[in-house]
């Protein structure tokens, strides 16, 4: 299948590219914060450690992600790589969904390995749960930089690109929050600026609702709500999958 | 991953130069510098909930025990002899409902109110920090029943204010219904009336609730443990 060989061909960029290194580093610097979380709590120790290293384990795997994906797409451009692939007799489809597929398998292993050191803090139940959400946001990002990456012609307005969308999902809810506190004045402009914000969210995945360090210190949701967040996680990466094969369709070749 | 290097002892000796000259000034400097000390009564205005929240981006818990371990390192450490002495402690208490409305559920909060900042010797300060405890307490009484609690006892054996640390041990016995919560720390009233001395009544509650299981952290047992051990001393030395 030619769409799984652009898939391990991804897997083996990643590999050669040193970002197992880079992973594994990441993965280092959490256990060292977490040792010395532990010196500084008077309680709650197990809970600030599994907090602070989940948060910033997902972090790190979102950046490691993006940066990978845009740079290796942005490289494939400037090489004129990417024109050399599009004279092979292969359907537009295949070339950007076999990519894709390659980027994603690589977030479900750098997933895998930042939910095993969570193990030490929290039970295997809310651990897998918390890997399975950040290997989904994790697709998510690898669509949205993709998309980005071909899209955008530079490569720091791809990465801002996708740093701003990151930032703004993870954001929203709380923006949102405030927009409507029982502070917020009451006037026309204002509710015209908070239906404007109410759109924007529309437009974006909650991901202030997935991937929660809440899942690892006190329960996890109940198997409905979890399914509901990663279904909307599913059906935005569908729209960036499609926003992109549009994009990459409509490129000259 | 390979690249194509030239050998190090082909670089001219001025770059060698230049970069050991870069290294030693960048030492020289921030050993020059002052380390970060002891920060003093320079506690800033506590951000509001909503403030915490959206610079969280989505991760409340984590910053919110984040917020606490910066909390902590204000007008503390191993030199001071008077910890919190000149802290603000209504910029302290803004910070503390402010993490606490960011994690409801979290316990740090409400046990560094209980277990440090009211353990401040200046009895205005330390009314200042029970009260946070015992206005926070309605919220979600079966949780925040032990530094409640524990308010009640420094009430009663600090600021030697009986009718205070009843109120509080009445509000636990009124409010506090779950099973999770032990028998003695519902009928607390009884035990702040008794006249026993600070040193007994620790004994008792500390002893009670590792007993009762509701210790679980390792760190807070350890941290509690201490405490006992310097009312011990001080028990001691009278």
Same mark, same amino acid.
């Given at each position: 299948?030619?769409?799984?060989?652009?898939?391990?061909?991804?897997?083996?960029?990643?590999?050669?590219?040193?970002?197992?290194?880079?992973?594994?580093?990441?993965?280092?610097?959490?256990?060292?914060?977490?040792?010395?979380?532990?010196?500084?709590?008077?309680?709650?120790?197990?809970?600030?450690?599994?907090?602070?290293?989940?948060?910033?384990?997902?972090?790190?795997?979102?950046?490691?992600?993006?940066?990978?994906?845009?740079?290796?797409?942005?490289?494939?451009?400037?090489?004129?790589?990417?024109?050399?692939?599009?004279?092979?007799?292969?359907?537009?489809?295949?070339?950007?969904?076999?990519?894709?597929?390659?980027?994603?398998?690589?977030?479900?292993? #750098?997933?895998?390995?930042?939910?095993?050191?969570?193990?030490?803090?929290?039970?295997?139940?809310?651990?897998?749960?918390?890997?399975?959400?950040?290997?989904?946001?994790? =697709?998510?990002?690898?669509?949205?930089?993709?998309?980005?990456?071909?899209?955008?012609?530079?490569?720091?307005?791809?990465?801002?690109?996708?740093?701003?969308?990151?930032?703004?999902?993870?954001?929203?809810?709380?923006?949102? =929050?405030?927009?409507?506190?029982?502070? =917020?004045?009451?006037?026309?402009?204002?509710?015209?600026?908070?239906?404007?914000?109410?759109?924007?969210?529309?437009?974006?995945?909650?991901?202030?609702?997935?991937?929660?360090?809440?899942?690892?210190?006190?329960?996890?949701?109940?198997?409905?709500?979890?399914?509901?967040?990663?279904?909307?996680?599913?059906?935005?990466?569908?729209?960036?999958?499609?926003?992109?094969?549009?994009?990459?369709?409509?490129?000259?070749? | 991953?390979?690249?194509?290097?030239?050998?190090?002892?082909?670089?001219?000796?001025?770059?060698?130069?230049?970069?050991?000259?870069?290294?030693?000034?960048?030492?020289?400097?921030?050993?020059?510098?002052?380390?970060?000390?002891?920060?003093?009564?320079?506690?800033?205005?506590?951000?509001?909930?909503?403030?915490?929240?959206?610079?969280?981006?989505?991760?409340?818990?984590?910053?919110?025990?984040?917020?606490?371990?910066?909390?902590?390192?204000?007008?503390?450490?191993?030199?001071?002899?008077?910890?919190?002495?000149?802290?603000?402690?209504?910029?302290?208490?803004?910070?503390?409902?402010?993490?606490?409305?960011?994690?409801?559920?979290?316990?740090?909060?409400?046990?560094?109110?209980?277990?440090?900042?009211?353990?401040?010797?200046?009895?205005?300060?330390?009314?200042?920090?029970?009260?946070?405890?015992?206005?926070?307490?309605?919220?979600?009484?079966?949780?925040?029943?032990?530094?409640?609690?524990?308010?009640?006892?420094?009430?009663?054996?600090?600021?030697?204010?009986?009718?205070?640390?009843?109120?509080?041990?009445?509000?636990?016995?009124?409010? =506090?219904?779950?099973?999770?919560?032990?028998?003695?720390?519902?009928?607390?009233?009884?035990? #702040?009336?008794?006249?026993?001395?600070?040193?007994?009544?620790?004994?008792?509650?500390?002893?009670?609730?590792?007993?009762?299981?509701? #210790?679980?952290?390792?760190?807070?047992?350890?941290?509690?443990?201490?405490?006992?051990?310097?009312?011990?001393?001080?028990?001691?030395?009278?």
């Amino acid at each position: 299948m030619p769409a799984l060989i652009l898939g391990r061909l991804v897997l083996l960029e990643a590999r050669r590219g040193g970002l197992v290194w880079l992973a594994g580093l990441a993965l280092l610097a959490g256990l060292a914060l977490s040792g010395f979380l532990a010196q500084l709590a008077i309680t709650e120790g197990r809970l600030l450690q599994a907090a602070v290293v989940a948060a910033l384990l997902r972090v790190c795997a979102v950046f490691l992600l993006a940066t990978q994906v845009v740079a290796s797409v942005r490289r494939e451009i400037d090489d004129r790589r990417l024109e050399l692939m599009l004279a092979l007799p292969l359907s537009r489809a295949v070339q950007y969904l076999g990519r894709l597929a390659g980027f994603i398998a690589l977030g479900a292993a #750098i997933a895998a390995l930042f939910a095993l050191p969570l193990l030490l803090w929290a039970s295997p139940a809310a651990v897998w749960r918390w890997g399975l959400s950040l290997a989904i946001e994790l =697709a998510l990002v690898a669509a949205a930089a993709l998309f980005f990456a071909m899209s955008l012609g530079q490569l720091v307005s791809a990465l801002a690109a996708m740093a701003g969308l990151y930032l703004l999902a993870r954001s929203i809810g709380a923006i949102q =929050a405030i927009a409507s506190g029982p502070l =917020a004045e009451d006037t026309l402009t204002h509710e015209l600026a908070r239906r404007a914000l109410d759109g924007v969210a529309l437009l974006l995945p909650a991901l202030d609702r997935v991937t929660r360090s809440e899942w690892l210190l006190y329960a996890t949701p109940d198997g409905r709500t979890y399914v509901s967040l990663l279904g909307g996680m599913l059906i935005y990466l569908a729209l960036l999958a499609a926003a992109g094969l549009f994009d990459f369709a409509r490129r000259a070749a | 991953m390979t690249r194509d290097e030239r050998p190090l002892r082909q670089l001219p000796a001025g770059l060698w130069l230049a970069l050991a000259l870069a290294l030693a000034a960048q030492l020289a400097w921030r050993t020059h510098e002052a380390s970060p000390r002891v920060r003093e009564a320079e506690l800033p205005p506590a951000p509001s909930a909503a403030a915490l929240r959206l610079a969280s981006f989505g991760e409340p818990e984590a910053t919110a025990r984040l917020a606490m371990l910066y909390l902590q390192a204000f007008d503390y450490g191993g030199a001071n002899p008077t910890p919190y002495r000149r802290l603000d402690y209504g910029r302290l208490i803004d910070w503390l409902a402010a993490i606490l409305e960011l994690d409801p559920r979290s316990d740090y909060p409400l046990f560094a109110a209980a277990r440090v900042y009211a353990e401040n010797p200046d009895p205005a300060k330390s009314r200042l920090a029970l009260e946070f405890i015992y206005r926070e307490f309605f919220a979600d009484p079966d949780r925040r029943w032990a530094a409640l609690a524990h308010a009640a006892l420094l009430a009663k054996h600090r600021l030697h204010d009986l009718p205070l640390a009843q109120r509080y041990a009445a509000a636990i016995q009124r409010n =506090a219904r779950s099973s999770a919560v032990p028998l003695w720390a519902r009928q607390m009233e009884v035990f #702040i009336l008794e006249d026993m001395n600070e040193l007994e009544a620790a004994r008792i509650m500390l002893g009670g609730m590792l007993a009762s299981g509701a #210790i679980r952290d390792p760190d807070e047992a350890r941290f509690l443990r201490q405490k006992l051990d310097e009312l011990e001393r001080r028990a001691a030395r009278k």
